[in-house]
């Protein structure tokens, strides 16, 4: 059964800072990956995706994630955080069917 | 586009009643999957539906059933409400399977 792992429950970062969540799935098959962001009470918007072919996925707001398939990894970077990047973010992954299987979510806070 | 929308967006139920969510997918997107989404649970994936068909399904009691329309509009029903049923659920739609699922804003549900 494919599972995702996100350590931690929540980061803390400087406004201006870099933004780093790890994700970590566990396949035999390298799955469909997805980054979603939830704001508070609202649903889950894509942040990106990867697929197939180029490894490094630039998504919305200045997030991207790479690929590494030899790490089973897909973290979620951000140069620069804002203010407005605090949110709860949630790795997922998909493969044959169409069932996302989600992380634990980690809760990002911004300080000004 | 519209994005996919959730009704009600808020309910209040009583321990034993019954409860039916509805979901109207973007246009043209014939997959419809719900998740329930709980401190504690996390997200958890409840069924997928494609072309009126029940597709997948999760490990949840026979308590939560749907079923999907012709036009791709979706409905969950839960029986006989529990305490721990009170979460936020969250519908998502896509194109075909396997591919991208966009998600509504959700239904907070209590049960009392």
């Known amino acids: 059964a494919q599972s995702v792992t996100q350590l931690g429950s929540h980061v803390s970062v400087s406004e201006g800072a870099l933004v780093l969540l790890r994700c970590n799935y566990s396949?035999?098959?390298?799955?469909?990956l997805f980054w979603y962001v939830q704001y508070p009470n609202q649903g889950l918007q894509l942040l990106l995706k990867?697929?197939?072919?180029?490894?490094l996925v630039k998504g919305i707001n200045g997030f991207e994630a790479e690929f590494k398939k030899s790490e089973t990894s897909f973290h979620l970077t951000k140069p620069s955080a804002h203010m407005s990047d605090a949110a709860e973010y949630f790795c997922?992954?998909?493969?044959?069917?169409?069932?996302?299987?989600f992380g634990k979510g980690i809760t990002l806070s911004v300080r000004p | 586009k519209a994005g996919v929308t959730q009704t009600p967006r808020y309910l209040i139920k009583t321990r034993g009643q019954q409860v039916t969510l509805s979901c109207s997918p973007i246009?043209?997107?014939?997959?419809v999957s719900w998740y329930q989404q709980t401190p504690g649970q996390g997200l958890q994936f409840l069924f997928e539906y494609f072309s009126e068909t029940q597709r997948n399904k999760g490990n949840f009691p026979g308590r939560f059933s749907g079923r999907q329309f012709s036009n791709s509009r979706s409905e969950m029903n839960v029986s006989t409400l529990e305490l721990g049923d009170s979460a936020l659920y969250l519908c998502a739609s896509s194109l075909e399977q396997e591919e991208t699922q966009y998600f509504g804003p959700g239904t907070r549900l209590l049960v009392l």
């Open positions: 396949s035999s098959v390298p799955p469909y």
């Open positions: 990867y697929t197939t072919g180029a490894t």
């Open positions: 246009s043209g997107h014939r997959s």
């Open positions: 997922a992954a998909t493969g044959a069917n169409s069932k996302l299987t």
